[in-house]
């Protein structure tokens, strides 16, 4: 640190600078990120309440009843009338929350070492919760649809299952696993399971209003114990803002720990100091929004993700791995390793990823991706392969 400081003038104008390096939602060349350009309004909101701490909430009244009404709306958008479970920083900590409350409730009747049953499609977190809390991973396969394969799961339950996890929209695919038959064998063989829907959670509930092809994903599905939803994906609210919704109170009781000198005796939280501008951000965007708006945003983005994936699919050399069911598509090409497409996408300015598994490209469709955008997209693709 300096001795002295620096003028206001100097000190911002370097952090100018430092933004000038980053890249922007705007220039609709991000495709890798599931995160995108916060909506105004709930950036209004998210610096009404900067100074917010809902990790002493007492101090904070207001802020403590937007976040059960936050709750509460996130459940009823996932069928369940009621709910418990807090706005997080994201999905990597509403999965270590429900973790935690599987290996609490596995703890109770167990002394053996616990297995989390998990298909190669789960996200990374899970590869951190693994290393935190002594889980052994029981990797279940795929089937030829990139979903967990159903017919596998029952072998794999042994004495030691702690839990399981499905996924409502993968992050390499965007796939939504057979969840109802997955939540028919937790149920049966009383075994918790955890569905993350950080992705499908603000998307799959927008595609089933007013639609009469329901995709179920959620609290419908009896065995269903606790779901990851992140409003600061499709919600458009501003990072973080991340969401766990459990089915019952006394899962979110098993995280419960004293707190003798703040203004509540206890939190049900992984995080002590936490931030009530993201529950600020997503009350206000829940509410400007409602149903018929982000269905029209979920609708528009699925509309995008059409037009690339038909894009796409008639190229040459290109072959798109699965029919999108969400806002990811992936791709290999024939005349070229995907690392190497990667970099050369790179000097025309696209930022994409690429997926493990399967090895492909994977481009992402938020709402800050336009079809202008994409048009240039395949139009430096065809150059990057010489088409």
Known sequence: MREKGRKKEDIFRD?????????????GKILSS???KPDPIGME?????????????????????????????????????????HIVTGGTEANIMAMAVAKYLFEEENDGIPELILPKSA????????????????????????????????????????????????????????????????????IYLHVDAALGG?????????????????FRCKGVSSMTIDPHKMGLAPVPSGGIIFRKKEYLEKLAVKTPYLTKDKQ?????????????????????????GYKKIVMDTINLTDYTYNKLRTMNHVNVIHKPELNLVSFTVDNMDVDILQEKLKYYGWQVSVAEYPHAIRIVLMPHVKKQHINQFIIDLKEVLNL
């Open 15 to 27: 952090l100018s600078n430092f933004q000038d390096l980053d890249m922007t939602f705007d220039s």
């Open 34 to 36: 599931m995160c995108t």
């Open 45 to 85: 909101a998210y610096k009404m309440f900067i100074e917010t701490n809902l990790g002493d909430e007492g101090l904070f009244k207001g802020t403590s009843m937007m976040e059960r009404e936050v709750i509460k709306s996130l459940g009823n958008l996932l069928n369940l009338d009621h709910a418990y479970g």
């Open 123 to 190: 996200h990374f977190s899970f590869k951190k919760i693994l290393s935190m809390f002594s889980i052994k991973p029981v990797y279940v396969s795929l089937n030829d649809d990139y979903k967990i394969d159903v017919s596998m799961l029952e072998e794999l339950i042994t004495d030691n299952t702690m839990a399981m996890v499905a996924i409502a929209g993968t992050t390499e695919l965007g796939l939504i696993d057979d969840i109802p038959c997955i939540s028919k064998i937790a149920k049966s063989n009383h």
């Open 202 to 218: 603000f998307m799959i509930p927008f595609l089933n209003y007013k639609n009469n092809n329901q995709i179920n994903f959620d």
């Open 268 to 292: 049900t939280t992984i995080v002590g100091t936490r931030t009530g501008a993201s529950t600020a951000a997503t009350w206000a965007l829940l509410n400007y929004y409602g149903m018929d």
